[in-house]
């Protein structure tokens, strides 16, 4: 009988030890948006940052797309708002992040996109010159614009400087070139706050609008 | 017969002036056209999966720093291609000298030295990503990107030049740097400029303000000119050591990172296309 306790002891113990390690092996895996990659320097500069957390595994930017992805100790817990924090200590805005769990859970900031647009009547198509430098710009210079309701296109061309839009009849290209400038980006008739074109990414501080 | 000769002969010269300034008409003088040297394309190789960001001439071969894969390649006079050295974090701009290849490795703050053989580590613990090292005898520098400065020894103690800025001697993240005789040549990335320093770090001039470059990623400098690669428009400027632009360099050029000159030729490597182009002065 003390034998047979002995043995279940050790098997629990065991056992135990097992579950421990499985779950020190297991990883959540990170998929982070990131606002444009316009070049290596850039792109090698977040994955530097990101490496400052011990356990982060295989990260692989895709410059073209704005992908970063990594693996992270499970048991470490990573959340979605210290991934954005280290996005914005690197010098970048994020955009989106998802999460897969280790446990087949899935975690993400990207909200569902209800498709009114194309219920609205596009009448308008407008140009406006906006500041800007690099695909990092293009990328939030175009996703300001389309976050004003109404708009149902908007294109940036980095040579020309020239953004062209699709509007609504109720919606003016004041509206957008708002929006533009909180994100950072002149138009020639707003221009964005010193402390907003300060934080944009060093890639991205074009020269000002006068 | 005199008055005869001396009518004509003032006939002569009435129809030769007439002739000679048609009212409305300029007299084109016609020269032989001079056609001034210009850097061409005369080569291109392809680098396949090479993401090339440096560039350096050792041991009569160019190396490549392999930023995306992490590797140090050769290119052999045969045009092919071979790994040397793996393992690296982030390689950026390169250079060497009769004995050593120096590899920043800007993911972890160090400064590689590579005989051809084996490896060994400088760490510098004061830098976060340096990008860019230049070797002259015992003198060193290196850019530091996120510092936004200039590390510079002379042999014994390394001391830091400028801070993150616009004015003259601060920087925006610097990408390349280069030693040439008493002065320091800074490739400003994100002030769209190239800066040239003394050896006590004092600014001396700024050079290429006007193209509006976007970044400026690499630097070459000989006794004569100044090249610096302009990633995302495309192009290789050429000026002259008092900051004037001589030619820009658009042929076959998608993301250039960096550039060399060695022998007649310069050498520039497209970070965009995978290659490497080269062009003589013809």
Redesign the interface.
Known sequence: MKYIIMLAAMLLIVMSSNNVQAQNNEKDNFLVQVDGLGCPFCAYGLEKKFKEWKGLKNPKIDMETGNFTFTYPAAEKLTIAAVEKQVEAAGYTPVSVVINRSDGSIETTKKEVVTTKKAVQANQKSTVTVAGNCDMCKARIEKAANSVTGVQGATWDKNTQELTLLLSNSTTVQQVEQAIAKAGHDTPDVKASNKTYNNLHGCCQYPRLK | MNVYHNTLLVAVLLIMIGCDSPKGTEKIAVETPSIAAQWQEVERIDLDTI?P?GLTYFKENLWIAD??NNQLVKLTKAGTIEVVLQDLE?PMHLDSDADYIYIPE??KDVISRFDGNQKTEESMEQLD?P?SISVQGTTRAVAD??HHQIWYNEGENWVAFGEKGKENGQF??P?DVQLMGDKIYVAD??NHRVQVLDKQGKWLQTIGEAE?M??T?GIYVNEKELFATD??NNRVLVYDLEGNLQQTITEQLE?P?DVLQVDQRIYVIN?GSKELVIYEYQ
């Open positions: 993401a960001i930023g995306d982030r800007y993911g990503a990008a990107f996120y925006h993240y990408t990335a994100y509006k976007n970044a990623t990633f995302e993301k990172t970070y």
